[in-house]
């Protein structure tokens, strides 16, 4: 049985319909809310569904059966600003699985972020060695619960203390695909430009604030969700690889290059207006962010990425173009 945190959500559902698509068994712990997202697990056979207050008692009841722990649950907003909140969701439940991982020796992969970067000034490397992770500065709370962790983990590791038979942490950079809808303004580019062009406005991008960066220009490393799945599946597979991973596809692409292919997948004419960035997101807003994936490709992981046209046009017409775009 595997057991997925945020199965509800955006990556972890993706997970949870690769999972199920092998008729696997998995119990999936999250809160459904009162809106839709429980509709990205509609298609999908499911052992059970809890809340987060009953993980433990789930997992202590069947850990005999837990193949793994797969923790993609948190408080995902980079707007929130309730740091207890953020602390007991992103960092305690995330330590106590961990530790209950460890004790049961359950492999555990955990979702940490890019967020971790801060501006990216001390650059994008996937590395655990404390006092590179202390330069980072996260630019917000969810940023810095996330980096929180793998600091705790970092220092777990380099002191030689007990840990689970496996473990990875992945640090998603722009993760774009289906089942995302519930996310609203936290959803991704691709999702609210063929919002705004389905309802017959213009596609707005921001205008770039920077003399480096035409409008359009800022750059992202956006990676389609599929290739976020094929790693989390890889590394269940391959549990000789521990360790914290960057996960994107190590080619950052302009926010241009990305209403182009909105459009084309469409087939639409290009018609972009560029608006100012909101000057409450100008000081910590990002202009470049772009994965070093050199150490999962050396870890072993060699399948290719999608590329960016590709990964809009299968979510475009196979999903966002459809009448139920769930995966």
Request: one cysteine or more.
């Amino acid at each position: 049985m595997y057991f997925v945190t945020g199965g509800a959500g955006f990556i972890g559902s993706n997970l949870v319909a690769a999972l199920s698509a092998r008729d696997e068994r998995v119990v999936v712990c999250d809160r459904l809310g009162d809106q839709d997202k429980w509709r990205n697990l509609a298609h999908h056979q499911l052992d059970d569904l809890v809340t987060p207050e009953r993980a433990f008692e789930v997992l202590n009841a069947r850990a005999d059966g837990v193949q793994a722990v797969i923790h993609m649950g948190a408080i995902s907003s980079t707007t929130e600003t309730d740091g207890d909140r953020l602390v007991e969701n992103n960092f305690r439940l995330s330590r106590d699985l961990w530790r209950w991982c460890t004790e049961h020796e359950v492999p555990l992969i955990y979702a940490s972020s890019a967020a971790t970067y801060g501006d990216g000034s001390h650059g994008f490397t996937d590395t655990l060695d404390r006092n590179e992770l202390d330069r980072f500065r996260p630019l917000n709370g969810y940023g810095w619960s996330k980096h929180l962790f793998d600091r705790w983990v970092a220092r777990e590791v380099a002191e030689g203390t007990a840990r689970p038979p496996q473990w990875a942490g992945l640090k998603f950079f722009n993760v774009y695909g289906p089942n995302e809808y519930h996310k609203g303004p936290q959803a991704s580019v691709p999702l609210h430009l063929v919002q705004q062009i389905q309802a017959g406005a213009t596609a707005k991008l921001f205008k770039s604030h920077h003399p480096d960066y035409p409008d359009g220009g800022q750059l992202r490393d956006f990676i389609y969700v599929d290739d976020c799945v094929s790693v989390i599946r890889w590394l269940l597979s391959t549990p000789k690889v521990n360790g914290l991973f960057n996960l994107g596809t190590g080619h950052a692409r302009t926010f241009h290059d990305l209403a182009r292919a909105v459009f084309a997948a469409l087939g639409k004419k290009e018609h972009i207006e560029f608006v100012p960035t909101p000057e409450r997101l100008q000081p910590t807003y990002q202009y470049f962010t772009q994965a070093n994936v050199a150490k999962l490709r050396q870890a072993g992981y060699d399948t290719p990425f999608t590329e960016l046209e590709d990964g809009i046009t299968s979510y475009v017409r196979g999903y966002l173009t459809k009448r139920d775009p769930y995966r």
